[in-house]
């Protein structure tokens, strides 16, 4: 589908240099020695270490893979390690069955059992950040930030998010434009949480039509009616924005009383 003018950068030099600009000071303005970031083989991952390798040098930079079932996950595991060999950087693969088998008494259903695993991959990132002075860079971009569609505490929990104000179009753009593999760039968007699951599957919208429906509601300050005028399903456009209000817990600080 066309999008709306305005949500492509004309030149994606600009927010490299921005995002590159953003990593190094803010690194350099807490004393870590680096950051450390899960790999999984997609986009978002591959792009945000690529960047951090940029602005701080691959010395500075730790990849970690964290798969269910490294077997199960090995073309996601292949790629990631293509990359962060490619990149020059240190990196290491730790398997969460056995952590997650250890919840096996709980019976948890699918969505909470994806939800543990993502949050043992962040209790396995803060482990390793805090035993080398490490800060976690997060890889959360602004369409899955803005319907939360991320795991609170999970691969919500990190110290700072490069892409956060990335739409995924802009995700994909700023990767070709950095010559990421095109078996990356190419790849369907997906947590890898469980077998066949797909971000636009799971979600039930393309991220053309987030991305378009984010962007004229946030940037554009369209309503739900005038984005429909525009050209999307009605139907598409209240779910997004539903998911949008009811994730804004998921964005924001931790409600405390007021008792002085």
């Not at 990356?184 to 979600?203: F, H, M, R, Y």
């Not at 050209?231 to 924005?241: P, R, T, Y």
Request: charged residues 25%; proline residues 4%.
């Amino acid at each position: 589908m066309e999008l709306p003018d305005g949500l492509r950068f004309d030149d994606y030099e600009k927010p490299r240099k921005v995002i590159v600009d953003f990593i190094r000071d803010y690194v350099s303005n807490t004393g870590v020695k680096g950051v450390i970031l899960g790999l999984s083989g997609g986009i978002d991952s591959s792009l945000v270490a690529t960047l951090a390798c940029e602005a701080l040098g691959p010395d500075r930079v730790r990849g970690i893979m964290l798969p269910v079932d490294a077997e199960k996950d090995a073309e996601n595991v292949a790629d990631a390690t293509e990359l962060a060999e490619s990149l020059g950087i240190k990196h290491e693969l730790f398997e969460l069955k056995e952590a997650v088998a250890a919840y096996n008494s709980l019976a948890l259903e699918k969505v909470a059992l994806g939800n543990l695993a993502a949050r043992l991959r962040m209790v396995t990132w803060y482990a390793r950040a805090n035993q080398e002075n490490l800060l976690v860079i997060g890889t959360g971009n602004k369409t899955e930030l803005m319907i939360g569609y991320f795991t609170k505490y999970g691969d919500g929990g990190t110290d700072f998010l490069p892409i956060g104000d990335l739409y995924k179009e802009n995700v994909w753009s700023l990767s070709r434009h950095m010559g990421l593999p095109e078996k990356i760039v190419n790849k369907a968007p997906s947590a890898g949480l469980w077998k066949g699951q797909t971000d636009e599957g799971e979600i039930g919208a393309t991220y053309a039509e987030l991305d378009s429906i984010l962007f004229l509601h946030i940037e554009k300050g369209m309503t739900e009616k005038e984005i429909a005028n525009w050209g999307i399903e009605e139907s598409k456009v209240q779910k997004v924005l539903r998911m949008m209000k009811s994730s804004q817990h998921k964005r924001e600080p931790l409600p405390i009383p007021k008792v002085h």
